[in-house]
C-alpha cells in the first residue's frame, strides 16, 4: 500500500530564513504528489502538485517543490519565510489513474519566529 | 474561496446517533470524496463518488455511507455514532481523470459526546 512520511511534526523558522518540510513517500508505480496548506479552522489548499514532466514545481505564496524519484522524495521548500506561512502542511500522493484518492502524510506545523 | 461548500459548519451529536453531513461542488465537477481527519492527523479517504457511482473506499466500516446526487452535491451518512467519529469532515470535488486539481471544502466539525 500506498504511504506518505513527513519528517517533523513540527518545525519553526525565523522570519526571512529557508523553509524545508520534507516528505517521502513509498510506491513502485510513479506518483502524483500534492502539497496542501491548511489554515487554523479551514480547509485544505492546493500550494502545488507534481504529475508528470518537470521535476522542480512551483506553487503560490512563493513556495517550490523537487520531485527526486531516485529518493523517493518531494521536499517543499521557500527561501524567505513569512508571517503568514504559519499553518499546517500536508504532503499527499495519488497512485491510481484516473481518480483523485489522496493519501496523506500525518502533517507538519510551521510556526514562524518573528 | 473554492467552490466547494459545506454544511453545517459545525455539530454535536450523542453517540449512538446517526448524523448526515452534505456537500456542495464546484460547478461542473463531477467527482467528490470524502474525507476524515481527526484532530492532529492528516485526513484520511472515505469514500469518492463518480456521476453518482461509488468509485473506491477507504478502511471505513459500512455505517460510513454515502450519496451523490444529480446535481453533483453529495451526502455523507454515518450511523451508530462512536466518540472516535469526532473529527472534521472534509469534501473535496474535481472533474474527471487523475491529475486534475482538487478542490476542497471547509469541512464540517463533528464532535459526539
Known amino acids: 500500500a500506498q504511504s506518505v512520511t513527513q519528517l517533523g511534526s513540527h518545525v519553526s523558522v525565523s522570519e526571512g530564513a529557508l523553509v524545508l518540510l520534507r516528505c517521502n513517500y513509498s510506491?513502485?508505480?510513479?506518483?502524483?504528489l500534492f502539497w496542501y496548506v491548511q489554515y487554523p479552522n479551514q480547509g485544505l489548499q492546493l500550494l502545488l502538485k507534481?504529475?508528470?514532466?518537470?521535476?522542480l514545481v512551483k506553487g503560490i505564496n512563493g513556495f517550490e517543490a523537487e520531485f527526486k524519484k531516485s529518493e523517493t522524495s518531494f521536499h517543499l521548500t521557500k527561501p524567505s519565510a513569512h508571517m503568514s506561512d504559519a499553518a499546517e502542511y500536508f504532503c499527499?500522493?495519488?497512485?491510481?489513474?484516473?481518480?483523485?484518492?489522496?493519501?496523506f502524510g500525518t502533517g507538519t506545523r510551521l510556526t514562524i519566529i518573528p | 474561496e473554492t467552490g466547494v461548500t459545506q454544511s453545517p459548519t459545525h455539530l454535536i451529536k450523542t453517540r449512538g446517533q446517526q448524523v448526515t453531513l452534505r456537500c456542495s461542488s464546484q460547478?461542473?465537477?463531477?467527482?467528490v470524496s470524502w474525507y476524515q481527519q481527526a484532530l492532529g492527523q492528516g485526513p484520511q479517504f472515505i469514500f469518492q463518488y463518480y456521476r453518482e457511482e461509488e468509485n473506491g473506499r477507504g478502511n471505513f466500516p459500512p455505517r460510513f455511507s454515502g450519496l451523490q446526487f444529480p446535481n453533483y452535491s453529495s451526502e455523507l451518512n454515518v450511523n451508530a455514532l462512536e466518540l472516535d467519529d469526532s473529527a472534521l469532515y472534509l469534501c473535496?470535488?474535481?472533474?474527471?481523470?487523475?491529475?486534475?486539481?482538487?478542490?476542497f471544502g471547509e469541512g464540517s466539525w463533528l464532535t459526539v459526546v
Open positions: 510506491s513502485s508505480v510513479p506518483p502524483y
Open positions: 507534481y504529475t508528470t514532466g518537470a521535476t
Open positions: 473535496a470535488s474535481s472533474f474527471g481523470s487523475s491529475g486534475n486539481t482538487i478542490y
Open positions: 499527499a500522493v495519488s497512485f491510481n489513474f484516473g481518480n483523485e484518492k489522496l493519501t
Open positions: 460547478s461542473g465537477h463531477n467527482t
